[in-house]
């Protein structure tokens, strides 16, 4: 193929154990991604000669690469939070589009909860206390007060509602309901979120994502690849990313995420429309994240997506837009950056392996389109990735 020319597809997808996983390390989560992912694409590690990973601790990729027995001419490390894993996936599938790389395989791996309960800090809720954010942190204003002020700005610009916000997390356990690898899967009411003990104002506890172990690998390959893969292959139609901000006196409008920009750039690129798309995987830290990466993609108008969120238009059973349809990191799982999950997500959907949880067209058949839109920091940074199948 010319060099530039050349269709990108995911013919790989996995996650390792997830949820409550104490006997492991996140090399150990790495590699069992990894291995499934190969496994999944029936492709063998020798092929491989891109890589791409990040973390919350100190997992250079080229020592990744080597635990896993790997030696790319090709690697990617950026870091910007839950973004990282749909901006990696747009620089790998550039890279074997320019014929830099032939196939790329994205892996994550943390143990996240372990450590906490272990009383191993891999992080802070700051993320740090240098450079410009020394003048927020000694206030108390971290990463959750941070996505607790910009919700409190959209209620006050747009009339959002308490109850709004937290039929998404309802929405969210709804859907985790039908998948049995997801860490909660008990139903919750919006009296239920109401309730619960305050985090940082207004989010309650289940406003809030949950805490997990676990890995995911993603692997992209060259379409003369594909015909030699067992998976049938998702194409990657589009991408777009897009930094803002770091601190909150940089940010123009606490109403726009960046996806604004991403989605714009991803969708144009795809030449797809927001309503043609049929399932979404959208970064859910907080309810919230949910609420306005949608206005942002184009889903509905900037101010309306407390009304777009309501009466049930996120569930896998039922909705207009299924959302998050493996309960997303609000109920599935959460192992700190959570953006390579949503592409694993979106490809089940597509391939139509999602069982119990299969989102289906108006029509009964499988989803053509699907969208995976990471968010780092606080609104900090945005990737987003068309698929179609």
């Excluded at 154990?17 to 069992?32: E, F, I, N, S």
């Excluded at 993320?127 to 941070?146: C, D, M, S, W």
Aim: glycine share 12%.
């Amino acid at each position: 193929m010319t060099p530039g020319k050349r269709k990108v597809a995911v013919v790989g997808v996995s996650l390792s154990d997830c949820g409550r996983v104490d006997d492991a390390t996140p090399y150990a989560l790495h590699a069992q991604a990894a291995r499934r992912a190969l496994a999944d694409a029936g492709m063998d590690r020798s092929l491989v000669d891109g890589f791409a990973s990040a973390g919350l601790g100190t997992l250079p990729p080229v020592e990744v690469a080597e635990y896993l027995g790997l030696r790319p001419t090709w690697v990617d490390s950026t870091a910007v939070g839950g973004a990282t894993w749909e901006v990696m996936a747009a620089h790998a599938t550039d890279a074997i589009a320019a014929g830099h790389a032939n196939a790329v395989l994205l892996v994550y791996g943390s143990t996240a909860r372990a450590d906490i309960r272990a009383g191993r800090r891999t992080g802070t809720l700051s993320f740090g206390a240098r450079g410009p954010l020394q003048f927020e942190v000694p206030y108390g204003h971290t990463l959750i007060a941070k996505y607790a002020m910009a919700a409190r700005r959209h209620m006050h610009a747009y009339g959002t509602t308490l109850e709004q916000l937290a039929s998404v997390a309802v929405q969210a356990r709804a859907n985790a309901a039908l998948n049995p690898e997801a860490m909660f899967r008990d139903p919750i009411t919006v009296d239920d979120v109401l309730s619960g003990p305050m985090i940082a104002d207004p989010f309650t506890k289940l406003h809030c994502c949950i805490r997990s172990d676990g890995g995911a690998a993603v692997l992209l390959a060259a379409e003369e690849y594909v015909r030699d893969c067992r998976t049938p292959p998702v194409w990657v139609l589009g991408t777009g990313e897009h930094v803002s901000h770091t601190t909150m006196s940089e940010w123009p409008d606490f109403t726009v995420s960046p996806a604004a920009v991403s989605g714009r750039l991803a969708f144009g690129r795809a030449g797809i429309r927001p309503e043609e798309i049929d399932v979404a995987e959208i970064y859910d830290a907080f309810t919230y994240m949910t609420l306005v990466t949608l206005e942002d993609l184009g889903f509905c108008e900037k101010g309306e997506g407390g009304a777009f969120v309501e009466k049930g238009r996120l569930l896998v059973r039922g909705g207009e837009l299924p959302v998050n349809t493996d309960g997303g990191g609000l109920s599935a799982q959460h192992p700190g950056m959570r953006g390579l999950f949503l592409l694993v997500e979106a490809v089940r959907q597509l391939r139509g392996e999602a069982a119990g949880r299969q989102a289906r067209r108006p029509d009964g058949e499988l989803p053509c389109l699907a969208v995976a839109s990471g968010t780092g920091g606080w609104f900090c940074s945005s990737g987003t990735v068309v698929l179609g199948r």
